[in-house]
């Protein structure tokens, strides 16, 4: 079964780091672009960046300067370096992929405490 996998959420402290991690866990997907999503208990799930074939990022204007989105050399990773997390970021992190189709991730929770 193809299925996007992530991992690396967890408790921190408000100013800490956390680094996620997303892969295709068959490695068969043609994946163009790929990012992630969160989403806040109560909140609508929104797109926090993105990262094309070609390297090309986007980020969402709240975490422009302190996450990171970037590629594996593995086939269909994705990671989200977190830096100087807020409790605002606190939210269920979603991989995703887009190939022919959309993946999803099933989340990895991040809780950042103040």
């Known amino acids: 079964q193809v299925q996007l996998v992530e991992s690396g959420g967890g408790l921190v402290q408000a100013g800490g780091s956390l680094r996620l991690s997303c892969a295709d866990s068959?490695?068969?997907?043609?994946?163009?672009?790929m990012g992630w999503y969160r989403q806040a208990p109560g909140k609508q799930r929104e797109l926090v960046a993105t990262?094309?074939?070609?390297?090309?990022?986007s980020y969402v204007d709240s975490v422009k300067g302190r996450f990171t989105i970037s590629r594996g050399d593995i086939k269909n990773t994705v990671y989200l370096q977190m830096n100087s997390l807020k409790p605002e970021d606190t939210a269920v992190y979603y991989c995703?992929?887009?190939?022919?189709?959309?993946?999803w991730g099933k989340g990895t929770l991040v809780t950042v405490s103040p």
């Open positions: 995703w992929g887009k190939a022919a189709m959309e993946y």
């Open positions: 068959r490695r068969i997907l043609s994946i163009n672009n």
């Open positions: 990262i094309t074939s070609g390297g090309s990022t």
